[in-house]
């Protein structure tokens, strides 16, 4: 059912996201990721970070390796037990906790949470991404940030709206890792503002399938539901390079918001 589609996409490891990030670029480029995020999130040596849908941990060992008390969350068994291999290689000491992000096990107890890499809007009620940023305003100390990096909607949604309305290709092929190609053939949900995606991955160990649903959210939606959830947005960027965000123009958005202080 396409409600819990992210149950078997990531639970059951239909994603190939083990496969994408044991890739070295990847490594590199988390690296500067982390190094970036330590300076926009201002967080010095002991500060505990909450790494909502961590996947297999790569920020969250890299956050650890520099000094922070890192929590990695995620629902999927498999990556969290590659995460655990990873760290353990890296004599990263990281908390890692299973669970369904709607339902985030934690009161005040960090001084930052993030949320990376797309890894937001995937239920196909709204109401459980406010119970998802709820949650994460209840694991923050007052005053502590929240950085999330997704989409930027507004772009995705006017392309491709634009594409389907002119009979344009939308379906194309990609590469994840190596050895394994994607093949992704999007369609719009209009009144929902959400694209549903159908993937067909080509691996050595044969192909896999797997239909996804993403919620296309601007800048200014995420204010708004910030704002319900106690926190409040103070910076904007095009991605975790630090560039400039352009609603018009910038693909992706780092947003860094702030819990009020008690």
């Given at each position: ?16 996201l083990i496969e994408a990030t044991r ?240």
């Amino acid at each position: 059912m396409l409600g819990n589609w992210w149950r078997s996409a990531f639970g059951g490891g239909a994603y190939p996201l083990i496969e994408a990030t044991r890739k070295p670029e990847w490594r590199r480029r988390t690296r500067s990721e982390v190094a970036f995020l330590r300076r926009a999130l201002g967080l010095r040596r002991g500060a505990k970070l909450l790494d909502v849908a961590c996947g297999t941990g790569r920020h969250s060992i890299e956050f650890s390796k520099s000094g922070i008390l890192a929590t990695g969350f995620d629902y999927s068994s498999r990556y969290l037990a590659e995460a655990r291999r990873e760290a353990r290689k890296a004599r990263a000491d990281v908390r890692w906790v299973r669970g369904d992000m709607r339902r985030l096990p934690f009161r005040p107890e960090f001084d930052a949470a993030i949320n990376l890499f797309s890894s937001f809007g995937y239920f196909t009620r709204g109401s459980d991404d406010d119970r998802v940023l709820r949650g994460i305003g209840r694991a923050l100390k007052p005053g502590g940030v929240f950085a999330i990096e997704i989409v930027n909607g507004d772009f995705i949604y006017e392309h491709l709206d634009t594409s389907l309305r002119k009979g344009w290709p939308v379906t194309h092929w990609g590469q994840v890792a190596d050895g394994v190609l994607t093949l992704e053939d999007p369609r719009l949900l209009r009144k929902q503002r959400a694209v549903v995606t159908d993937w067909i991955f080509f691996t050595k160990q044969g192909r896999r399938e797997m239909t996804s649903f993403f919620r296309l959210r601007s800048r200014e939606s995420f204010a708004a539901a910030f704002r319900k959830a106690g926190l409040r947005l103070e910076r904007s960027f095009g991605g975790l390079d630090g560039s400039p965000f352009d609603a018009e123009r910038s693909r992706r958005m780092l947003l860094i918001a702030r819990k009020g202080a008690a």
